[in-house]
């Protein structure tokens, strides 16, 4: 069985720090890892992707992840937030041989970002 | 540009009603997803469909089901809604690794 954990409800942080979002995942086999975003009364929108090759993927609005084998974590970071970042944010992992293309996803973080 | 659409973004259903979601999407997806949204719970999976007239049950199918007449096209039903029920559903399509998602539907169950 595959499993995602997001630790932290919720994340504080001051416009302009840098924020950082965890994510750990148990999966039997080889993974793939996603980050999605959720602004208010919205469906998910797709951040970015890990799939192979280089540990350090960078998405859409200034993101990036790393992905640690060792650690099996999959942190989303953003060097400089912005108020506009503020939104919920979920993990999502994949099981490389699911041809479906099922997807387990984490309960979600809440970012809130102060002015 | 990728383009998933959801019929309703709200709905107020009564207990016993028999409530149709509809999702469609124009990427021409083979596999077509519809989740339920609960605060501290994320997105769990109720139904997918691999293909025309082909489904899935996903994590939690009990009191639910799911049409596929149209590769574009793929409905979740709830046969008698209950309050439990009440949730944002969304629906999701993908071809290879990344599913999109349509804006969800917010659904009352009063």
């Known amino acids: 069985a595959q499993s995602v954990a997001q630790p932290e409800d919720q994340v504080n942080v001051a416009e302009g720090n840098p924020l950082t979002v965890k994510c750990t995942y148990s999966v039997s086999g080889n993974p793939y890892l996603f980050w999605y975003v959720q602004y208010p009364n919205r469906g998910l929108q797709f951040l970015l992707k890990y799939i192979t090759g280089d540990n350090l993927v960078k998405g859409s609005y200034g993101f990036e992840a790393e992905f640690n084998k060792s650690q099996t974590s999959f942190h989303l970071k953003k060097p400089s937030a912005l108020v506009s970042d503020s939104a919920l944010y979920f993990c999502?992992?994949?099981?490389?041989?699911?041809?479906?293309?099922?997807?387990?996803f984490g309960a979600g973080t809440q970012v809130v970002v102060t002015p | 540009d990728v383009k998933v659409t959801q019929s309703s973004r709200y709905l107020v259903k009564r207990t016993g009603e028999k409530v149709f979601l509809e999702c469609v999407q124009d990427?021409?997806?083979?596999?077509m997803f519809w989740y339920r949204q609960d605060p501290g719970l994320g997105l769990r999976l109720i139904y997918f469909s691999y293909d025309v007239k082909m489904k899935e049950k996903g994590d939690i199918p009990e009191g639910y089901s799911v049409s596929r007449e149209k590769k574009e096209r793929f409905s979740l039903i709830l046969e008698s809604a209950s309050t439990n029920q009440t949730s944002m559903y969304l629906c999701a399509s993908n071809q290879k690794q990344t599913q999109y998602f349509g804006p969800g539907t917010r659904l009352l169950v009063l």
């Open positions: 990427m021409d997806h083979e596999n």
């Open positions: 999502a992992v994949r099981v490389k041989d699911d041809s479906w293309g099922k997807l387990q």
